[in-house]
């Protein structure tokens, strides 16, 4: 696993924005989303380099976007409910890019088929509990043996960062920019004794500090099948 800081690894940010020029809008959310202090690139250093990858509630694509531009061994399928978000992910793939798809679907119905890698990226906390257990025991049953689920959430501590996240989650909402209309956030704790007893084993456990942008809490986990 790599052990590269957020400082070394290469900013590509510009690669990726650069597919959502079809719209100043698409573009300019892309771009603040990136600086908000979503640590993109520092997550991506733990996705496998090649395989079939599932991102799980992609949005807009621009995580997905990320693993399908650094490795082209990676079959990228973003996942989201939201059509209008996903009119815009495809719209970035073009005629060339062959190893990165998007559909519409619902994460309370989806069935998966057998991956290598499942993303969960600032999703989970916009779902019911209910949901939430659904969904990582999709992931326990269709990642392949040895398979690795990737979970980035918001932190509850310090409370001054979660208050700001909070802030950021009201404005999302009013503005339509997410369907989740309650926010269930977990201690890193509680995500880590969860994610296990689904029968993972967290390799990697980490409150992520980013250098740049808006800070607020990050939560990362870095679990395999067992």
């Not at 990676?74 to 793939?93: E, N, P, S």
């Not at 019911?128 to 269709?142: A, F, G, P």
């Not at 007893?197 to 980490?206: C, K, Q, R, T």
């Amino acid at each position: 696993m790599s052990n590269l800081s957020q400082k070394e690894i290469m900013p590509i940010y510009k690669d990726v924005i650069e597919l959502y020029k079809f719209s100043r809008a698409a573009k300019f959310r892309t771009y603040q989303r990136w600086f908000f202090g979503t640590p993109n690139e520092y997550v991506e250093q733990f996705v496998p380099k090649k395989g079939n990858i599932i991102d799980l509630g992609c949005g807009w694509g621009v995580f997905s976007n990320l693993l399908a531009i650094r490795s082209p061994e990676r079959q990228v399928y973003g996942v989201d409910l939201d059509r209008a978000k996903i009119a815009w992910a495809k719209r970035t793939i073009g005629t060339e890019r062959k190893n990165i798809r998007f559909e519409v679907q619902d994460l309370e119905s989806i069935s998966l088929s057998q991956v290598d890698a499942i993303i969960l990226y600032d999703v989970m906390h916009h779902l019911d509990d209910s949901v939430q257990m659904k969904v990582l025991e999709q992931c326990r049953d269709k990642l392949s043996p040895g398979g690795r689920l990737i979970l980035k959430e918001n932190d509850v501590v310090p409370l001054w960062k979660l208050a700001i996240s909070y802030v950021g989650e009201a404005i999302a909402d009013r503005f339509n920019f997410t369907i989740g209309k309650k926010i269930h956030w977990r201690s890193r704790s509680e995500w880590a004794d969860l994610i296990e007893s689904f029968g993972f084993a967290v390799i990697h456990n980490e409150h992520i500090k980013t250098w740049y942008g808006f800070h607020v809490p990050h939560s990362l986990f870095v679990a395999e099948k067992r």
